[in-house]
């Protein structure tokens, strides 16, 4: 899913930040465990259980030069942002469902982070094989675009990738573009590049 302010950051970044290539690799791991069937029950030691399956996408984003992003979760109703740690030359990468082994309901909970941030979880419809829920793919992404990292047709994760000489790190090591490249930018893209951690964009434009 492709949100309208997605056109509008690629559209102002254009002739401000080059395309510095980034290059996105990972692979996915499956896991079963056994938990408590209610959030109540933690700590008590007592069932009922329920099987649930983890499976993750681990990976990295690496380039010639420091980077950091924006990492992005879109619904249909909702656009979630938030920031990752400042520019490294390599940034994890984690997308996971989490559903019950007997995929009764049929859904997961997807979640995705990038560099040191946490999306939030979201429910997603699943049939019989996590696998097939969400793509993910080994790529060669570019900074100053948003890029499309995960996506099940219906929720998508992306990241918005920046050069670290862009940047200035603050309290907290929080990063925030550079007063000398904000003029000319709309005001919902300068305030995602220059304040806040964290924010949401709501509803989704159409």
Not at 8 to 22: G, K, N, R, T, Y
Not at 64 to 88: Q, R
Request: charged share 20%; aromatic share 6%; hydrophobic share 45%.
């Amino acid at each position: 899913m492709r949100h309208p302010l997605f056109d509008e950051i690629d559209a102002s970044l254009m002739f401000v930040v080059p395309s510095e290539p980034v290059e996105l690799q990972g692979s996915w791991r499956e896991a079963a465990r056994r938990t408590y069937s209610a959030a109540n029950q933690a700590g008590s030691g007592a069932g009922p259980y329920v099987d649930v399956i983890d499976l993750r996408w681990q990976g990295i984003l690496t380039s010639s030069v420091p980077i950091a992003a924006i990492a992005i979760l879109v619904t249909d109703v909702e656009l979630f942002w938030v920031k990752t740690e400042p520019a490294a030359l390599v940034l994890p990468v984690q997308i996971s469902l989490h559903a019950n082994a007997d995929y009764s309901p049929a859904l997961a909970t997807l979640t995705g982070g990038i560099g040191g941030s946490t999306l939030p979880g979201v429910t997603v419809p699943c049939g019989k094989d996590l696998r097939t829920v969400c793509s993910v793919k080994p790529a060669r992404l570019v900074t100053g675009r948003i890029e499309l990292v995960a996506t099940t047709g219906d929720v998508s994760v992306a990241a918005l990738l920046l050069p670290g000489r862009f940047l200035k790190v603050g309290r907290r090591r929080l990063f925030r573009f550079r007063d000398d490249m904000t003029a000319g930018l709309p005001p919902r893209v300068r305030e995602m590049l220059t304040r806040r951690r964290a924010g949401s964009v709501m509803p989704v434009d159409r």
